[in-house]
């Protein structure tokens, strides 16, 4: 749970087709954390964990510039779609989600 970020899709929780799930699962995220804190007695997740905590928010912000450029060319595919475009550059931003992907999943792997 401590690696979810959900301010970088945050802008789905107002699309016509995707809001209503993306408010879903932001909900069960906040009830489940509430809980967990609720439950273990501690004011943050891995509380008791402080070097895996530091280590998780270490490799989430080398992700973080991963994440903004792959949500900025799925949107803009989305976009190119919508208008039924099939210009080049659409094929560009594809790769550019599948190659974001590789590092993503590398530095998560790594991550406590």
Avoid at 46 to 53: G, S
Avoid at 72 to 98: D, G, S, W
């Amino acid at each position: 749970m401590l690696k979810s970020f959900f301010p970088l899709t945050m802008h789905l929780a107002e699309h016509k087709k995707y809001g209503e799930i993306w408010k879903m699962i932001y909900g069960e995220y906040e009830l489940t954390r509430q809980y967990i804190l609720r439950i273990s007695g501690k004011t943050e997740l891995m509380a008791d964990y402080p070097i895996d905590q530091l280590s998780i928010q270490m490799r989430e912000r080398i992700m973080l510039p991963l994440l903004t450029i792959q949500q900025y060319a799925i949107i803009r595919v989305a976009q190119m779609e919508e208008a039924l475009i099939t210009a080049p550059v659409r094929n560009t931003f594809e790769k550019l989600v599948m190659r974001c992907s590789f590092g993503i999943i590398n530095a998560g792997r790594n991550s406590a």
